[in-house]
């Protein structure tokens, strides 16, 4: 049990901001009535000013990039299902209070509002894990992915015919998807709504999640025209939806579901089943005493059956009289409407109506007080009568006869509605016929005016835009098109594969760390088995290498199934790749490329591979000259050959964790450039101060500068492959491009052996000289290349603008608003 009392009328003066009851931040209030008496119910519910919507919004969008932007579609669904088993407990209770100021009976409390609130929150709730994205292939130098994504602040207006009801049909949408909703409930029916805060906190919501606002059509207004609300869902008339339409446009093109009125048409063919027909009919007209939208308000009889027919529907709304009072009795099926207005104009359309069409029952209002009117019923009205045309919004009722479909079909759609429409028969041919022809969002064979959480609910015409229930979730999302244009593209490579790829590329480092371990252990061999220490250095390290090349066949995988060490979701991904560059997978454009010629010529043509290898030079030519001066150079500052080559390690070692941390970094932070240039500039620092340094004057600080060397040379090399290999064109043409980038930057190795000349040391003036120049080429190479990029990327962003704009009008962007190619993110 959820410790939860219901508030009196009374103690609800307040609105629901980020989690807490807050004051008003005017005085401005109004009242509202008991339909079924005229009495007040309260007249202290506050009315939403500009303040208060400023700070519901601003609440909402703290909550949109805080606590509620990390929960899980988990976390999610255990929110909203613990919301409806809270809304189970508590939902009668609540749901009197609107009974209080709307008339609804409770008697539809345990079955009609605990379906469409409590199995509408647990139907809904499956949906959050449930938005697919979408992989198009990157054979065109493109990966190109759609997403779905959560708008951010978004509004609810709801009706007064069912307003907790409503409220969650579009509170669940919002929350399934990661929005953050304001509620406004209707002015006529505001109590149940303002009480439903403490509940949503206590399913686990965040604070700012759900913040609930009341007021009259003034606050909607500063809802619908507020910058920073993205979305409107607004269920009420057509003339409301009308202005929501047109404040969204003129605000900041929000995005708005309108779920309006309706004039729905039941159709009766002859052959139907009369007790059906009678049944549902009936209760499509008197349900909530007719202020539903999909009341079947006009219902079309054929002339064969139509005598009967009329004298049991009429008969019928008769009786229904009987069950009409008090809606706070639990035995009364039908209450009043819901307030003097609502009286008024529905009075004042029955007798309007008695000129235009046959009064066959009721039309009378029922006793001196409350807002009570007869079921109604209007026969043979004249075709243009406003009882035909016009949305009543009560229990009133017109019935006209017909011959054939038709006839029958082109009445039924003269209307600007197209919410709801019923066809009656037992042919299921004629059924299938005739639901196809009718202008409406919704039909029904053999029922009418039953709508279902689990599909789409909406109309056409003036009926609405956008759909609600199951489709309704797509309404709270917008789809981000991300394009990772690989010839163009700063980054590559995520997460544990950048580490793993480090690794493999600190392979040289560690190399050199561990070869002065060796070196150390084998100059104590010296004499063994009559070889000298050195000897024994390249007999061992082949030995070593002709096992472990002997070994690999055997050892790797021969697929990427075979291998163990993979996750399932790495299996299926490096094979959907294999496959998709080898060209077995059908259907998919380009996978079947093979190696051209031509991408010899175009790789030596490409400007890119040069300045790659100039930026490889800065690494390879140094790295492998100061890998041959390293020992020699510590040896000249006093240490003996062994513990020289003890030294080595911790200064080869530094480029292991300097390659792996900013490799991490560079994942991170989602770029490469920055981590090129950062390393090869700590490495200048070096190469400037050990040609600065009297050596051997200074032992610790130059032993501190090779440090810095290695732990800038190294790590280099992951951003310059990755970050130009994402450089080049895709599938074979980046292989050849690659391959002759790594050949002519290796080739400095056959330079950088000979740069550090033992004659020189311990000064190596030639050496520290000649890599300080590669380091400061790389560096510039690097600026060259990052710059002329963004050049590109510039001049293919507006070529696609001026592509858009040759394809659409301003006026056609701006009606697509963030569906517009020009609002999706190219990254």
Not at 175 to 202: D, F, Q, R, Y
Not at 263 to 280: G, M, Q, R, T, Y
Request: hydrophobic residues 45%.
């Amino acid at each position: 049990m959820v410790p939860f009392r219901v508030p009196a009328p009374s103690q609800l003066t307040q609105f629901w901001i980020n989690g807490e009851y807050v004051k008003p931040s005017t005085s401005q209030v109004f009242t509202v009535y008991n339909p079924k008496d005229d009495i007040v119910v309260s007249d202290k519910v506050p009315v939403g000013d500009v303040e208060d919507v400023d700070t519901a919004v601003r609440y909402a969008e703290a909550a949109f990039k805080g606590e509620w932007a990390s929960f899980t579609s988990a976390q999610r669904v255990r929110c909203l299902n613990k919301l409806a088993d809270i809304m189970e407990e508590h939902l009668e209770h609540l749901l009197r209070l609107d009974t209080r100021t709307g008339g609804h009976p409770i008697s539809l409390i345990p079955t009609r509002e605990k379906n469409y609130i409590v199995n509408g929150l647990r139907y809904i709730a499956g949906w959050c894990d449930k938005f697919k994205g979408e992989y198009m292939p990157d054979d065109d130098g493109f990966v190109k992915l759609v997403r779905h994504e959560p708008l951010g602040v978004c509004a609810a207006i709801c009706p007064f015919n069912s307003p907790i009801a409503t409220a969650f049909h579009k509170i669940g949408p919002a929350l399934v998807t990661g929005n953050v909703v304001i509620v406004k409930p209707s002015e006529k029916t505001p109590l149940g709504t303002l009480a439903l805060g403490p509940l949503i906190e206590m399913a686990g919501i965040p604070k700012g999640v759900v913040q609930i606002i009341s007021g009259p059509g003034k606050t909607g207004e500063l809802l619908e025209r507020h910058m920073r609300i993205r979305k409107i869902s607004f269920t009420g008339s057509v003339a409301t939806g009308k202005k929501i339409q047109v404040a969204g446009a003129q605000s900041n093109l929000k995005r708005v579901t309108l779920e309006l009125g309706g004039k729905s048409p039941a159709v009766i063919f002859d052959d139907a089943n009369l007790e059906n027909a009678l049944e549902w009919t009936i209760k499509a007209i008197i349900a909530r005493t007719g202020q539903v939208c999909i009341a079947a308000s006009k219902v079309y009889v054929q002339k064969t059956i139509a005598d009967e027919f009329i004298k049991k529907y009429v008969a019928k709304m008769g009786d229904a009289l009987k069950h009409m009072g008090d809606p706070e009795d639990p035995d009364v099926a039908y209450g009043p409407l819901v307030d003097k207005l609502a009286f008024d104009r529905v009075k004042g359309m029955i007798e309007r109506a008695k000129n235009d069409a046959e009064l066959a029952v009721g039309g009378k209002t029922i006793g001196d007080k409350g807002c009570y009117i007869e079921p109604t019923v209007f026969v043979n009205p004249k075709p243009d009568a406003e009882i035909v045309t016009d949305e009543v919004f009560g229990p009133v009722s017109v019935i006209q006869t017909f011959e054939t479909e038709e006839e029958v079909l082109a009445k039924a759609n003269d209307s600007e509605f197209g919410l709801m429409a019923g066809v009656f028969t037992r042919d299921i041919t004629r059924a299938l016929r005739v639901y196809s022809k009718f202008e409406s969002g919704v039909v029904g064979i053999n029922c009418v005016s039953y709508i279902n959480t689990q599909v789409p609910f909406g109309g056409v015409k003036a009926s609405g835009i956008g759909r609600e229930f199951e489709s309704d979730v797509t309404m709270f999302l917008h789809l981000e098109e991300v394009r990772d244009q690989r010839p163009l593209c700063s980054a590559s490579l995520h997460g544990a594969q950048a580490i793993l790829i480090s690794i493999f590329f600190s392979a040289a480092s560690m190399a050199g760390a561990f070869s002065g371990l060796l070196a150390y252990a084998i100059s104590k061999m010296d004499g063994v088995g009559g070889l000298e220490g050195w000897r024994w250095i390249f007999i061992l390290e082949g030995i070593l290498t002709v096992v472990i090349g002997a070994a690999i066949p055997f050892l790797l995988p021969d697929s990427p199934e075979s291998a163990s060490f993979l996750t399932e979701d790495e299996k299926a991904f490096i094979t959907s790749r294999l496959q998709h560059d080898s060209g077995t997978t059908s259907g998919t454009v380009g996978t079947d490329e093979q190696f051209q010629w031509s991408y010899i010529r175009d790789a030596l043509l490409d400007w890119k591979i040069y300045l790659g290898v100039v930026m490889y030079w800065g690494h390879s030519i140094c790295i492998y000259a100061f890998s041959f001066a390293v020992p020699t150079i510590i040896h000249q500052l006093g240490y003996s050959a062994a513990n020289a080559q003890l030294l080595t390690i911790p200064v080869y070692f530094i480029g292991v964790i300097s390659t792996i941390a900013l490799s991490w970094a560079a994942d991170k932070y989602e770029t490469r450039w920055p981590f090129i240039v950062g390393p090869y500039a700590v490495s200048t620092i070096g190469f400037i101060a050990l040609l600065a340094i009297p050596h051997p004057r200074y032992p610790g600080l130059t032993y501190a500068m090779l440090f810095c060397i290695t732990g800038g040379l190294y790590p280099a090399i992951i951003g310059i492959i990755s970050w130009t290999a994402n450089n080049l064109a895709p599938s074979w043409k980046r292989a050849v491009g690659m391959a002759f980038l790594m050949a002519f930057g290796n080739l400095g190795g056959a330079v950088g052996s000979n740069i550090f000349l033992a004659r020189e040391a311990p000064h190596y003036w030639l050496g520290y000289g000649f890599s300080l120049g590669l380091v400061i080429a790389a560096i510039l190479a690097t600026f060259v290349m990052r710059g002329v990029l963004l050049h590109i990327n510039k001049k293919r962003d507006e070529k696609q603008e001026h592509e858009v704009r040759a394809e659409y009008t301003d006026k056609q962007l701006l009606e697509m608003g963030d569906r517009s190619p020009l609002f999706r993110y190219v990254v």
